[in-house]
């Protein structure tokens, strides 16, 4: 990228454009802005957030919102309208720009309203406060006092801090009366005007912990300690399971999602109960209560000791309706029980309406239609009309810390700005006698009839329907669909996404999954939108059910293809249905083999619907995917062998092409490969597998398995039956052929198959020529002094020209091995290449070559694998897949194959593959 492209990237996307901001109804104009733009967020901002975003067609760049409209332009530069479900997480209630906010925020900036006058009386924010307290206060009866932030998570950290100062001043003045007890009694012992209630002191020498000879005034001291020890724990704070509360530390702990806290573990987690299980509640706040020593002077002169129980419960955090979590809106029950248990235990119960509130559901807030009462309530998102960074955190007045107002500060709370912004977007909702609730509403009433329509003709498609208001959920959930490309999606968490690029890019409508429930399709709309236009999503919905439920893979991703691919889309095949994995059974053994992508075109066969798509496109599309894919199930077999022993067979497909591995390779990412390799053996073993084969680069990558630490596994790369395989074939061939004094070329020499082929075959030629690439002539003169007979080296393919049996055993990720290499006499080269050494076109120019596909092995009994593409050939299968069924049909416990191969297990495995009726060409001309 050029510095001047950086310089009016800085400008922004229209000064790009050629036309400032104000150009969105500019000419077309050839566009060189969007790809250094691209470039840019990726490289400097979100690398991997953009990766997904183009994987599935959403990196788009929006240059204006309004209304219920985000625009951005195409390559031609014209401007593209799409319609916008999506609605900023929530925060576009009033839709983009309104006019009203617009005109507010500009009279501010242009009345020069301060930004910073910290340390000073904030009026707007005094008059927010105020509105805020009787806006929720109209529907509890309660005042509030309100601390304001720039974002949702800021809030749901402030209410943390509260909750904590209440929870601590509260243990503060417990102490201080266990303390006073404590002391008066311990005196009134020492004056001996009281003395200790016998039993009581026996106990309480248990409870302290101390010697029969501990004197009283020691005991009471060490129960005071006790209970000192007891409050200065930290408490529990409690969360629903799906709970969603924001990305900061604070806020992370209570977010649910498994896969967002994942990498920080370490800063613990919230205790998640489940949404609507009282009894769950009930365990937690009793797991949550400690019971303190309790010393006791009573008015008989005697000293006790008494139990006191103390539910240490910091807050319990809900949302009224789960939004992130995949729209789940909690009942009146449960929420009549969260008020009687906080009620009892005295914990506030603080109400999330970040999303849900500020009218989006049909009333103020999600949690009054419900007739819930919270203690806490935070706000934000709409509360700034989608316009400002506000946030609010409104504590009931009776609970309100005064201490707060300075221990919790923020540079930007309390603008003026921003509170002109939210005042004037809650006078929006409440003038016209809160019209604009009442659209909410119904307009919500309306869209949610016409989707459980919908649901109701496509039950196989759309699980549920869920929401209030115009807070929507739709959820996809296919029940075990044939295609792969489909059963890759659900498993992966993608279905939705890429329902969500499909309707962006053919119907111009923006949606998102839920954020902790990707299969739900999350809706919300501004207040504003058309019923015309719900109607048009309700289409849009009802193709893709369609599309769904016919299993068209190819239209619904067609998105992702070149303009020229989209063109030609014949009916898609119609995948044929795996079998399903088996549960364990005792005397069986599984195995789990790691395929990948061997050129782009397994594509094809990796899904039916994709049958017709060209090389380039199948690559275009891979090289979009495999950065948002992990390894997948592809695929499950049973395996018998001719003994009788029974073997189940798991394909794992590891998202990724030789091509984009050898790339990798070459640029230092090797670990990105090899993570997927950890990953798919990790796969293996959820699914019960302790044999795993790895094919084609996984065993590179892995240098042969060796980089994989697991001592429960046994790991084979397959490659030992692959070299017995491939030199019976081609000696076999070569004497069909006629060629009598045999001239062996093996060319990737240097490589663990190559090398091994190269010891085992060199003493049953007449000369050797080991190829390797330039560069590798050392290491290539090392194993020549290893090999019997005669032997020379050579970093050129043309050496190939002498030779008259060759073996092809690089990992070149594209054929290398071309017409113009080979002699014109008859010649036998066996191919163990994965993507294959010799160029296609070999046997057509040279009707003296034969090309034998090595390393190829037919199943025990006449079985094959109904499934072709990524390693899996259908009739015959390659070596390393069946040396991965041979080592588990053969009870084998050690690693096989593990690192540099060894001429005694090259052996021994050809014999135990023949053994259990595997077969390959040549093996019954050399036993
Ligand atoms: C219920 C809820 N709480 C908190 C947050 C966090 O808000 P923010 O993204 O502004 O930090 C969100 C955001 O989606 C939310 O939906």
């Known amino acids: 990228m050029t510095e001047s492209m950086v310089a009016s990237t800085i400008a922004g996307p229209g000064a790009l454009a050629g036309g400032g901001l104000d150009a969105h109804d500019a000419e077309a104009s050839s566009r060189p802005a969007d790809a250094p733009l691209r470039e840019l967020y990726a490289r400097y901002s979100r690398p991997q957030l953009m990766a997904v975003l183009s994987a599935i067609g959403l990196d788009v760049i929006y240059e204006r919102g309004q209304g219920d409209y985000l625009y951005y332009r195409d390559d031609r530069g014209h401007e593209v309208a799409v319609l916008d479900l999506l609605g900023g997480f929530g925060a576009s209630l009033f839709g983009h720009n309104h006019p009203r ?66 929870r601590r001043l509260g243990g503060d003045r417990l102490l201080q009366r266990l303390r006073h007890e404590n002391v008066r009694a311990r005196r009134a012992v020492a004056t001996g005007e009281a003395r200790w209630e016998a039993a009581s002191f026996e106990r309480a020498l248990g409870v302290s912990a101390l010697g029969p000879d501990a004197s009283p005034r020691e005991v009471a001291q060490a129960l005071l300690s006790i209970a000192e020890r007891e409050l200065g724990k930290p408490g529990t704070v409690l969360a629903l399971e799906r709970a969603f509360h924001g990305k900061t530390t604070g806020a992370l702990r209570l977010t649910h999602n498994p896969e967002y806290r994942a990498p920080w573990r370490c800063f613990g987690h919230a205790l998640f109960i489940p949404a609507g299980d009282v009894a769950a509640l009930q365990r937690a706040v009793q797991a949550a209560t400690v019971v303190l020593p309790l010393v006791t002077l009573g008015d008989d002169g005697l000293v006790r000791l008494q139990d006191m129980p103390r539910v240490d419960v910091v807050a319990l955090f809900v949302e009224p309706i789960q939004g992130e979590g995949g729209i789940h809106e909690l009942s009146l029950d449960y929420w009549q029980a969260i008020r009687a248990v906080a009620d009892s235990a005295g914990f506030p119960v603080v109400v999330d309406e970040i999303q849900t509130g500020m009218g989006r559901t049909g009333r103020f807030l999600a949690s009054e239609a419900l007739g819930a009462r919270g203690d806490y309530y935070l706000l934000s998102k709409s509360l700034g009309g989608g316009l400002a960074k506000i946030a609010a955190l409104s504590v009931d007045s ?187 059974s005792a005397g069986k053994r599984r195995a789990a083999f790691l395929a990948h992508f061997s050129v782009a075109t397994d594509l094809q066969h990796f899904d039916p619907a994709f049958a017709t798509l060209g090389e380039s496109t199948c690559r275009q599309v891979l090289d979009k995917l495999s950065t948002t894919l992990t390894p997948f199930h592809l695929d499950s077999f049973q395996i018998a062998s001719m003994d009788g022993g029974r073997v189940d067979l798991a394909v794992i497909a590891l998202p990724f092409t030789s091509a984009q591995v050898a790339t990798a390779l070459r640029e230092g990412r090797a670990e990105w490969a090899l993570d997927h390799v950890r990953a798919g053996v990790e796969l293996a073993k959820e699914l019960g597998c302790d044999v795993i084969g790895f094919g084609g680069y996984s065993s590179i990558v892995s240098d042969n398995c060796r980089a994989i630490a697991d001592d429960e596994l ?101 054929p290398i091995i071309a017409a113009q290499h080979l002699s014109h006499e008859n010649v036998v080269i066996c191919d163990v290449a994965v993507p294959r050494d010799v160029a296609l076109e070999v046997e057509l120019e040279r009707p003296n070559c034969r090309v034998l596909k090595g390393g190829s092995v037919r199943l025990p009994l006449e079985q094959r694998l109904d499934n072709r593409g990524l390693m899996i050939d259908g009739d015959a299968v390659y070596a390393c897949l069946a040396e991965t069924l041979v080592v588990a049909l053969a009870g084998i416990e050690r690693n096989f194959s593990f690192g540099a191969l060894r001429g005694a297990d090259v052996r021994e495995v050809r ?12 093996a019954a001309r050399r036993q």
């Open 101 to 166: 906010l617009v005109s507010c925020a500009t009279r501010s900036l242009r009345e020069l309203r301060p930004f910073n006058a910290q340390a000073s009386v904030r009026s707007a924010s005094a008059l927010l406060a105020y509105r805020l307290s009787q806006r929720i206060g109209a529907a509890t009866g309660r005042d509030y006092v309100t601390t304001f932030a720039s974002t949702g998570a800021e809030v749901v950290e402030a209410a943390i801090k509260h909750a904590e100062l209440e």
């Open 398 to 584: 009776e609970r309100y810390q005064p201490d707060f107002g300075y221990l919790h500060t923020s540079t930007f709370a309390d603008d003026d700005p921003s509170s002109l912004i939210a005042l004037a977007a809650l006078d929006l909702l409440e003038e016209r006698d809160g019209a604009l609730l009442r659209a909410c509403s119904n307009k919500g009433e309306y869209l949610l009839g016409k989707l459980r329509a919908l649901q109701e003709a496509f039950p196989d498609v759309i699980r549920a329907v869920r929401g209030r208001g115009l807070m929507v959920g739709i959820e996809l959930a296919l029940s075990a669909p044939a295609s792969a490309f489909l059963r890759l999606l659900c498993a992966q968490n993608l279905l939705g996404f890429m329902v969500a690029g499909y309707l962006l890019h053919e119907w111009k409508i923006r949606l998102a999954p839920a954020l902790s429930a990707n299969g739900t399709l999350r809706l919300e709309p501004s207040a504003g939108v058309e019923l015309a236009e719900l109607d048009r999503y309700c289409l849009a919905l009802e193709t893709v059910a369609r599309l769904l439920r016919d299993e068209d893979t190819l239209t619904l991703t067609s998105f992702l293809f070149p303009e020229e691919a989209r063109k030609e889309r014949p009916r898609p095949a119609r995948a044929r249905r795996p079998a399903s994995w088996p549960a364990a």
């Open 714 to 814: 046994v790991l084979t790369s397959g490659n030992s039956l692959t070299v017995a395989a491939a030199i019976d074939t081609m000696f076999a061939a070569a004497d069909a052929h006629g060629i009598g004094t045999r001239r062996l070329g093996v060319v990737g020499a240097t490589g663990n198959i190559g090398a091994m082929m190269a010891e085992l075959a060199a003493s049953e030629v007449s000369h050797t020529t080991l190829v390797g690439r330039p560069g590798a002539a050392r290491r290539l003169e090392a194993l020549a002094a290893r090999l019997p007979g005669s032997v020379s080296v050579a970093t050129d393919l043309n050496a190939l020209r002498e030779c008259n049996v060759i073996i092809g055993a690089s990992n070149a990720p594209a």
């Open 911 to 922: 014999r135990l593959a023949l053994q259990h009726g595997f077969s390959f060409e040549g």
